[in-house]
């Protein structure tokens, strides 16, 4: 499915002309607001109505911010503003700083040779230094990336509200947080006042019904999702998932597609807590003990939409029917099922979906027609603030268990999420089983998803990749990205090319 | 922040739906420590070819487009990363207007800190605008806030919409920070009745925590 975008969400009403409803058909006249009936509310509004600081009609609101990440890309221009303007930074015990974008995932031992990263490094520490902000450096043993270990060390907790400056902060609302990205602006904005001003969003409902056949993973799930809405098909909305598929996903995989949520255009996606995050809960390091535990977990069991609580706009798939999903584009809207050919630009009707295809194919390097599983790749990536965690690496180490990756595969990474997960798989031994199929297993960070230290991918090369965007340029310049579930990269490296994981030996983890 | 009310200038049209900010500016860009000096890298792979030298294919090479200060896009302008260091390449180079049919949100917030206005029409009237450009060369366009009219020499005057909150903010060029301050009392009142912690009940390996008050 391409985007349908902007046929059916981009509503502009035309001057003079009627205002109908973008989704109803109905006059503007005669919409009925969809939230008039307070008393039954979404999970979105229960936890902005608790964060609201100062309401004015017609106003924006000032909301409060429980958790401020940090990292060394989007932040010193924020503390350089601070500076400027002889401001503190309000709460730097609800701030929390990782060095993870730049990071080598080698030695790091090693001198750092690339002088921009080593001054942001340096930038990071002085001023988390100066500010008091806790910060896990590179060489820290909780180091990894800020979207994987909010989660793992428990910072990240049900009904919070926490902001980073990167659009992947949208995973920590698996948790039933409201959790969105802000531009750097923003990110002084929150330094100085732990204070955001916002307008409330739309909201987006998107159920998954039935169960994930074997081999189709949260990752095919919200490929999916993106593949029907369009990656624009969310702007303006905050989205929450429900349906048995969601609903049946552990943590790890409710992370995944929280985390892609902001390649449909919804800037949060939330996943109201339930007995799976309780668990996921109990004894992380800024998580309560004993009775104060269970207070909490007995707050968080509030934290779901009512039933009779109204969204603006809803969108059902069947999981049944959602095969394993390779994106052939540069975008990850551009997607399709591994049974189906890479599309032709005439699919299309509208002209910019048209003139956006025949591009991207060009840049992608190929033929409308192909199959999905003809395509070869050259590298494969797994890791990513989308896919390290140690489902996905134990579902990828169980594939590859016995084999070798392909000989026409140039490198096979394997870089997990955060220093606590390396340290985890290894004690399970799939470091080893990764080494001996042919990968290469390197330490924590964003690494070829971002491409901001070494792991580049090279021109004209193609990958098959766990990562959340395959835009031009993304992991290295002229390079062609296919995003894949950790299955499927896994098997990509094995046979050189994408192959249906549903015919093959796979177990059904996230 | 610089205000804005009313901007004539010169249209570069970009024919493409969903351009990301990582085209804006790539990766390689966001090592910077301030935000400053990114005009001269926006659109840095399709701007150039190898060597940075300047790539002739590429709409804000062509002769007749120099100079100009009103970007034409198309569908979900700016969808992708948060980084602000995009919206900081589109002024620095010298837009001060941006016209769309839609923008990803991040994006689209993201300008109003920084003095742009991003304009929305409709399909219709952004596809008419394309036309003009097209056809005329130094096409200009006047974008008039106050009115929220965006007008041609011709006579052609479109109305856009933008949420009055936004619209002032621009118009005064205010500082979102310093206005959040003003209401210090009411976030201090918040934070007793809402107490927000982050105790560390196991030791993690993290530096700074004694700092912290």
Known sequence: ?510 | MQPFSTHTGMVMPLDRVNVDTDQMVPKQFLKALTREGFGRILFYDWRYLPGERPNPAFVLNFPRYKGASVLLARANFGCGSSREHAPWGVKDYGFRVVIAPSYADIFYNNCFKNGILPATLSEAEVDELFRRTEKEESYSLTVNLSNQTIADRHGLMFKFEIAPSRKEVLLKGLDDIGTTMQHEPDITAYEKTHTATATMYDTVDVKYYSNGR
């Open chain 1, 1 to 510: 499915m391409f985007p349908i975008y902007p046929l059916l969400f981009n509503f502009q009403p035309l001057p003079g002309a009627l205002h109908l409803h973008p989704f109803t058909g109905v006059l503007e006249s005669q919409w009925k607001p969809m939230t008039t009936d307070t008393s039954y509310k979404t999970l979105y509004q229960k936890i902005w109505d608790s964060h609201v600081v100062r309401e004015e009609p017609g106003q924006p609101s000032i909301i409060y911010i429980d958790r401020h990440l940090i990292h060394e890309g989007t932040s010193p221009q924020a503390f350089a503003g601070l500076r400027a303007e002889s401001r503190k930074v309000r709460r730097p015990d609800l701030t929390f700083a990782v060095m993870d974008h730049s990071v080598s995932t080698t030695d790091r031992t090693l001198p750092i040779l690339d002088n921009d990263a080593k001054l942001q490094f340096e930038a990071l520490e002085r001023n988390c230094r100066e500010a008091g902000v806790r910060l896990f450096d590179m060489n820290s043993k909780n180091q990894g990336i800020v979207h994987i270990i909010g989660p793992e060390l428990g910072i990240t907790q049900p009904g919070q509200t926490i902001v980073c400056g990167d659009s992947h902060t949208s995973t920590h609302g698996a948790f039933g947080t409201l959790a969105f990205g802000i531009g750097t602006s923003e990110v002084e904005h929150v330094l100085a006042t732990q204070c955001l001003v916002q307008s409330r969003s739309k909201m987006l409902h998107i159920l998954v019904h039935g169960k994930r056949p074997k081999g189709v993973t949260a990752k095919d799930l919200i490929l999916a999702i993106i593949g029907k809405i369009g990656i624009g098909g969310g702007n303006g909305h905050v989205a929450e998932y429900g349906g048995e598929a969601i609903r049946s996903l552990s943590m790890d995989g409710r992370m995944t597609v929280c985390n892609m949520t902001i390649e449909g255009g919804a800037r949060a996606g939330m996943i109201a807590p339930d007995e799976t995050t309780f668990a996921y809960m109990e004894g992380r390091p800024f998580v309560p003990r004993g009775k104060a535990f269970q207070e909490a977990v007995d707050r968080w069991r509030q934290l779901h939409s009512d039933e009779n609580a109204k969204f603006d706009m809803t969108v059902e798939l069947h999981a049944e029917k959602i095969a394993p999903q390779v994106t052939w584009g540069t975008n990850p809207g551009m997607v399709t099922s591994v049974t189906e050919r890479v599309p032709d630009p005439h699919d299309f009707k509208d002209l910019n979906d048209q003139k956006a295809t025949e591009s991207a194919l060009q840049y992608m390097g190929l033929k409308a027609g192909t199959p999905i599983v003809d395509i070869p790749v050259d590298r494969v990536f797994i890791g990513s603030c989308t896919n390290s965690r140690l489902d996905d690496l134990r579902a990828a180490a169980h594939f590859v268990e016995g084999k070798h990756v392909a000989k026409s595969i140039k490198q096979a990474l394997i870089v997990p999420g955060s220093r606590g997960i390396k340290t985890q798989a290894e004690k399970e031994g799939l470091d080893k089983i990764f080494r001996d199929a042919g990968f290469e297993w390197r330490d924590a960070g964003c690494s070829m998803c971002i491409g901001m230290n070494a792991d580049v991918l090279p021109p004209h090369e193609r990958s098959a990749s766990t990562s959340n965007r395959n835009f031009e340029g993304r992991q290295g310049k002229d390079s062609r990205t296919h995003l894949v579930s950790p299955v499927m990269a896994a098997a990509a490296a094995i046979a050189g090319h994408f192959v249906d994981v549903r015919e093959l030996d796979v177990v059904n983890v996230e």
